[in-house]
């Protein structure tokens, strides 16, 4: 099974920026697409964004044009550039590798 690590999380003001990484560690994810979702307080956890293997990228509404999602496979390791940040984005950000495998999330907050 895979361990996924996330980081680069924090506090930031609205209209800022953050780049959240996801290191893989025991299988490599160069085969695999890789997803970014996100659980804001009381709310259901929801997709934000998804990066095939062969490099297609596929947003959910709410941040496209805002954030993009990106990988090295050299590196082990897919990317969250999140900019324009707005006060509903925050939330703790979780990275996937399918089937079953979850980070322990990083926590992204927009003060108003």
């Known amino acids: 099974q895979v361990r996924l690590v996330e980081s680069g999380g924090g506090l930031v003001q609205a209209g800022g920026s953050l780049r959240l990484s996801c290191a893989a560690y025991g299988s490599s994810i160069r085969g695999n697409s890789m997803d970014w979702y996100r659980q804001a307080p009381g709310k259901q956890r929801e997709s934000v964004a998804r990066?095939?293997?062969?490099?297609?990228?596929n947003y959910a509404d709410s941040v496209s044009g805002r954030f993009t999602i990106s990988r090295d496979n050299s590196r082990n390791t897919v990317y969250l550039q999140m900019n324009s940040l707005k006060p509903e984005d925050t939330a703790v950000y979780y990275c996937?590798?399918?089937?079953?495998?979850w980070g322990q999330g990083t926590q992204v907050t927009v003060s108003s």
């Open positions: 996937y590798y399918a089937p079953d495998s």
């Open positions: 990066i095939s293997s062969g490099g297609s990228t």
